[in-house]
């Protein structure tokens, strides 16, 4: 069964610093990777897709790579800001022979940027 | 715009009663999904439709039950069988086919009183 995992829980950083988010999943056989942003008490945001044959996604700070092999995936966001404080999630796109599109989720990382 | 659009954002059940969230997306997605995300914990799969008329259980479909009628619409039943319903409920969709991207409504708070 597909385990999907993200540590820290919780990041601190003060405004300016790079941030550097992990996600880890036990089964390589994924067709994509998705990392999301949730505000509180919102839905989720999409912020880059990357499919399995990718190695990395770029959009505007943010920076995404892949690693299929060995189950990892980095979300990079450079000069951080008061405005990325939000939870971070990721998500891949489960591989079964019945069906596409359904993810599995890691439980997030909360992260606050102080001014 | 376009979008998903889930009401209402807050919901409140009393025991023993069912209560549907709505779902609606203006996308012309072919697939829907029904998650469940309680504190702490990454959201669950609830139950997916790929198309009209046929839906398949997810992970966590005990107490919850749903209905594909038309392609825009996926609402989603919360049954008095649902023992622990108190949760943030979040619908998304994808275009068909595997590796696409998903998008997510604004959620429904529901709240057993």
């Known amino acids: 069964k597909q385990e999907v995992t993200q540590i820290p829980a919780a990041l601190s950083v003060p405004e300016g610093e790079n941030l550097v988010l992990n996600c880890s999943f036990t089964d390589s056989a994924i067709y994509n990777l998705q990392w999301f942003r949730q505000d509180p008490g919102k839905g989720l945001t999409s912020l880059l897709l990357i499919q399995s044959s990718q190695r990395e996604q770029t959009s505007g700070r943010l920076n995404a790579s892949l690693d299929k092999s060995s189950g990892r995936s980095t979300l990079y966001i450079a000069a951080s800001q008061p405005g990325d404080s939000a939870t971070y999630l990721c998500?891949?796109?489960?591989?079964?022979?019945?069906?596409?599109?359904?993810?599995?989720f890691g439980a997030g990382t909360q992260v606050v940027v102080t001014p | 715009d376009g979008g998903i659009t889930q009401s209402p954002k807050y919901l409140f059940r009393k025991e023993g009663q069912n209560v549907t969230l709505s779902c609606e997306q203006n996308?012309?997605?072919?697939?829907m999904y029904w998650y469940r995300q309680d504190p702490g914990q990454g959201l669950r799969l609830i139950y997916y439709?790929?198309?009209?008329?046929?839906?398949q259980k997810g992970d966590i479909a005990e107490g919850y039950s749903v209905s594909r009628e038309k392609k825009e619409s996926f609402p989603l039943t919360v049954t008095s069988a649902q023992k622990n319903p108190t949760a943030f409920y979040l619908c998304?969709?994808?275009?068909?086919?595997?590796?696409?991207?998903?998008?997510f409504g604004q959620g429904t708070r529901l709240t057993v009183v």
């Open positions: 998500a891949v796109g489960r591989m079964t022979t019945d069906s596409w599109g359904k993810l599995q």
């Open positions: 439709s790929q198309i009209v008329n046929d839906f």
């Open positions: 998304a969709s994808t275009p068909r086919g595997p590796g696409t991207e998903a998008f």
């Open positions: 996308l012309n997605h072919d697939a």
